[in-house]
């Protein structure tokens, strides 16, 4: 079993920026991927953004990339999810997952992963 805590989230005005943090613990050895999901009101979840574990090869939807990077702190399993020039389309529940397989394209599918976080709220006001 792999545990996964949130935490960073919270109320930013458009422009804003916000770090999220992810700390993995129990069996973190098997964990290959982490990712970020989001998922705002009525919408489905959607991938933000991901990083290999080993050889961190990182990952972005299209919509974050450029604003937003995902890093790793392998001492610590703790991800982080630095958020830049924060929009209101931004606003939605922020997931960290993580997932035991290995993959040779983007890890973009939530079904990929096998652990979730209990999310954290990211509220971007106009």
């Known amino acids: 079993q792999v545990q996964l805590l949130e935490s960073g989230g919270g109320l930013v005005q458009a422009g804003g920026s916000l770090r999220l943090s992810c700390a993995a613990s129990?069996?973190?050895?098997?964990?290959?991927?982490m990712g970020w999901f989001r998922q705002a009101p009525g919408k489905e979840r959607e991938f933000v953004s991901g990083?290999?574990?080993?050889?961190?090869?990182?990952y972005y939807a299209d919509s974050v990339k450029g604003r937003f990077t995902i890093s790793r702190d392998n001492a610590k399993n703790t991800v982080y999810l630095q958020m830049n020039s924060l929009k209101p389309d931004d606003t939605a529940v922020y997931y960290c997952a993580a997932s035991l397989g290995m993959y040779n394209r983007a890890p973009v599918f939530s079904a990929w992963y096998d652990y979730w976080g209990q999310g954290t709220q990211v509220t971007v006001s106009s």
């Open positions: 129990g069996r973190t050895f098997s964990v290959n991927v």
């Open positions: 990083i290999m574990w080993s050889g961190g090869s990182t």
